[in-house]
T-cell receptor, first 109, second 113 residues
Framework: RKEVEQDPGPFNVPEGATVAFNCTYS??????FFWYRQDCRKEPKLLMS???SGNEDGRFTAQLNRASQYISLLIRDSKLSDSATYLC??????????FGSGTRLQVQP | EPEVTQTPSHQVTQMGQEVILRCVPI?????FYWYRQILGQKVEFLVS????????KSEIFDDQFSVERPDGSNFTLKIRSTKLEDSAMYFC???????????FGPGTRLTVT
């Protein structure tokens, strides 16, 4: 079973749309969770950490459900520049990060 | 804004040769990491390094690999006797003492021919 599982997409949405990505993790011992974005052939860039209470940063909202081992990312008012692959990440060792395969988002004009 | 830097951006080597990939982590960070991403696949953890020693490593990080912090700023990954399947993007990352948030460098694309 994959440790961090994501729908690969692609999600094709018009500008201004709201889009949500989901992710599940298998290791119940995971303590910390993150969303990264990765543009083609570039490095992962930290988008936000995910806290149990849920957290928001501008147009982005992340939620964590430990009971269901489920993480989500909501993007409101999508911009063309949001087009990227979104990586769900869990800390599964002392500090090792385990990445999902990513969900591709394409925002269209 | 401080950032992780990596050199070279692209390295081509022949099978069986040794390569050294270099990284300069963010200056006040204490934890350093190497990850790799084979083309079309997910990012995979290789090793973490703290206080001049390996603190954690994955199954991928076998005797072919080694890491070093030769001075106060550089962090290196050495791959001995490269194989074709070592071709990948290698990312260095760093994090601060009290945070698991890891910041990635732009990567070195390694091509083994």
């Amino acid at each position: 079973r994959k440790e961090v599982e994501q729908d690969p997409g692609p999600f094709n949405v018009p500008e201004g749309a709201t889009v949500a990505f989901n992710c599940t993790y298998s290791n119940s011992a995971s303590q910390s969770f993150f969303w990264y974005r990765q543009d083609c052939r570039k490095e992962p860039k930290l988008l936000m950490s995910v806290y149990s209470s849920g957290n928001e940063d501008g147009r982005f909202t992340a939620q964590l459900n430990r009971a269901s081992q489920y993480i989500s990312l909501l993007i409101r008012d999508s911009k063309l520049s949001d087009s990227a692959t979104y990586l769900c990440v869990a800390n599964t060792g002392r500090r090792a990060l385990t990445f999902g395969s990513g969900t591709r988002l394409q925002v269209q004009p | 804004e401080p950032e992780v830097t990596q050199t070279p951006s692209h390295q081509v080597t022949q099978m069986g040769q040794e390569v050294i990939l270099r990284c300069v982590p963010i200056s006040n960070h204490l934890y350093f990491y190497w990850y790799r991403q084979i083309l079309g696949q997910k990012v995979e953890f290789l090793v973490s390094f703290y206080n001049n020693e390996i603190s954690e490593k994955s199954e991928i990080f076998d005797d072919q690999f080694s890491v070093e912090r030769p001075d106060g700023s550089n962090f290196t990954l050495k791959i001995r006797s490269t194989k074709l399947e070592d071709s990948a993007m290698y990312f260095c990352a760093s994090s601060g003492r009290n945070s698991l948030e890891q910041y990635f460098g732009p990567g070195t694309r390694l091509t083994v021919t």
